[in-house]
C-alpha cells in the first residue's frame, strides 16, 4: 500500500507531558522541505542548518532549551527523514558534538523524495497540515518566509482524525464579549459597522488542544494578537497585560503600542461572560511567553 504521506505528517512522534509544547519536529521537517522546494537534490549537513534550527527553535519553540541535534536525530524514527555520517548510513545520536564530528547529513527519505517529485501539489499540502496542527494561523506566513517555504492558498483536506474543525462563531462570540474592543490596548476600529482588525485569539492555542470557547479566548487588536502568540506579550494571574523583559523596542512607537501595557488591566470581558481560565493562562505563560515579565514603573 502506498504511503498517505499527509497522513503521516499529522502524526509525528512527539514527547508530550502536561500540554507542553514540542515542535521540535515540525519545525525540521518544514526546513527540510523548503530546502528541497529550493533544491531536491540537496542533502542538509548538520554543522551547516545547526544554526538555522537553533533560530527556529528560539524562535517557535517553547522558552525551555532544546537541542537543534534533537529533531536532526529523532526525526528518522518517523519515516520521512534519514541520517548518514562519515561512516555510513544511521545517526549517531542526539548530542551536537556526535553530530558535528561525524559529519553527519539529513535527508528527507528517498521514498518521501520520489513522492515529492510525482506530485507537485504534496509538499504545500503536507506543509499546511504541519503548520495547522502545531503553530496558530498568525504565525504561519513568518514562519514559512523563516523556513523559505512558498505555498500556494488552498485548503489543507481533511487527513486524520486527530483534526477538528474550528468553530465558526467563536470570532462573534469573543468580539461581542469583549465589546468590539481590544483588551490590551482598547482599540476599536470599524469600517461602518464592520470592525476591522480585531481578532478572537485563542490563549491555549487550538493546535493544541485549546478549546474554542470564550474563557480560551481574547478579543485582540492584529498587533496584539500576533505579539501574544509570539510570547512578548501574556495575561498575569490578576488578569493584567504582562510585557517580556526580552523584548527591546526604542522608538516611541514601541513604547506606546508595547511596553507602556505592562501591569495594565485587561478590557473585558463583559459581565455575564467568563475570563480567561486559570488552566489556558497558565499554559500561555508556561508555553509560549518568553522569559520573566516587565514591572510596572509604578511598581
Request: charged content about 25%; overall charge neutral.
Amino acid at each position: 500500500m502506498a504511503t498517505d504521506w499527509v497522513e503521516q505528517a499529522g502524526r509525528l512522534r512527539q514527547w508530550t507531558q502536561n500540554g507542553m509544547r514540542a515542535p521540535h519536529k515540525p519545525l525540521l521537517f518544514l526546513y527540510a522541505l523548503g530546502r528541497f522546494q529550493e533544491d531536491p537534490d540537496a542533502a542538509l549537513a548538520y554543522s551547516a542548518v545547526e544554526g538555522d534550527l537553533k533560530r527556529l527553535l528560539v524562535e517557535y519553540g517553547p522558552r525551555h532549551k532544546t537541542s537543534p541535534g534533537y529533531p536532526f536525530h529523532h526525526l528518522v524514527s518517523d519515516g520521512v527523514w534519514e541520517v548518514h555520517t562519515s561512516q555510513g548510513p544511521g545517526s549517531p545520536g542526539n548530542g551536537v558534538t556526535q553530530l558535528r564530528t561525524s559529519n553527519a547529513v539529513g535527508r528527507l527519505s528517498p521514498d518521501l523524495q520520489r513522492a515529492l517529485r510525482r506530485d507537485a501539489s504534496l509538499l504545500g499540502r503536507i506543509a499546511r497540515v504541519l503548520l495547522d496542527l502545531h503553530f496558530p494561523p498568525s504565525l504561519h506566513g513568518e514562519l514559512c518566509e523563516a523556513v523559505g517555504l512558498e505555498l500556494e492558498l488552498a485548503e489543507t483536506a481533511t487527513v486524520s482524525a486527530r483534526r477538528r474543525s474550528r468553530d465558526r462563531q467563536l470570532r462573534d462570540l469573543v468580539l461581542t464579549a469583549y465589546e468590539y474592543q481590544c483588551a490590551f490596548c482598547g482599540y476599536d476600529g470599524r469600517i461602518g459597522t464592520v470592525p476591522v482588525g480585531l481578532e478572537a485569539a485563542h490563549v491555549r492555542w487550538w493546535a493544541l488542544a485549546g478549546p474554542d470557547t470564550v474563557d480560551n479566548a481574547l478579543c485582540l487588536c492584529s498587533l496584539h494578537h500576533k505579539l501574544f502568540d509570539k510570547g512578548v506579550l501574556g495575561v498575569t494571574p490578576t488578569h493584567r497585560v504582562m510585557v517580556s523583559q526580552s523584548f527591546v523596542g526604542r522608538s516611541e512607537s514601541a513604547r506606546t503600542h508595547v511596553l507602556d501595557l505592562t501591569a495594565r488591566p485587561l478590557l473585558g470581558p463583559q459581565p455575564g461572560n467568563p475570563r480567561i481560565a486559570a488552566e489556558h493562562r497558565r499554559w500561555h505563560e508556561e508555553q509560549v511567553f518568553h522569559g520573566k515579565a516587565r514591572e510596572s514603573a509604578e511598581g
